[in-house]
């Protein structure tokens, strides 16, 4: 077995692809909250909120880094 074989890079997952999944779950925990289940509303909400933030977050740093690497 040789130690110089290249392993696979793992492909990162796009930050608006974050967002847009925290986007769904706010909006499928809004219509639980109001015809189904309360507690499980509130929970899919934060989650949702929470991933959208972290997304837009992301992208930010990405962006600023992918400006970063253009000017050098």
Known sequence: MKLDQKTPKQKQTNPLTISVIGLMLTVFGIVDYIYVNKLLGIILVIVGI????????????????LQQKKMI
């Open 50 to 65: 929470f991933l959208g933030i972290t997304g837009v977050q992301k992208y930010k740093a990405l962006k600023a880094l």
